[in-house]
């Protein structure tokens, strides 16, 4: 059975836990770099995530990353959006870019 995914509240908790532990782990900048492909992995399927992705990935600090990703579920959340289906983008872009 396909487990579906968390709502985004759910998942801003998650996302924002995991970076924590991440970050306590491995220390503030290697947690930081490794975090960057999981925040990738999470996001992936919201709109505007490729533009998030960009910008958080020039982020060196750790409390303006979590506070980006917490502005960026915050958007969402608020705007009552949802994932398109994964695995359903072309050439690796966002699901909405490709429509």
Avoid: C
């Avoid at 992995?41 to 917490?70: C, H, K, T």
């Amino acid at each position: 059975d396909i487990v579906p995914d968390p709502d985004l509240a759910t998942e801003k908790a998650i996302v924002l836990d995991h970076y924590d532990m991440m970050l306590s782990h491995f220390g503030a900048h290697p947690g930081l770099r490794l975090a960057r492909k999981h925040v990738a992995w999470y996001s992936a399927g919201l709109p505007d995530s490729a533009g998030f992705r960009a910008a958080i990935n020039r982020v060196d600090q750790a409390q303006e990353a979590i506070g980006m990703i917490s502005a960026f579920y915050d958007r969402h959340i608020a705007a009552g959006s949802h994932r398109a289906r994964r695995g359903t983008a072309a050439g690796g872009q966002d699901a909405a870019q490709a429509a």
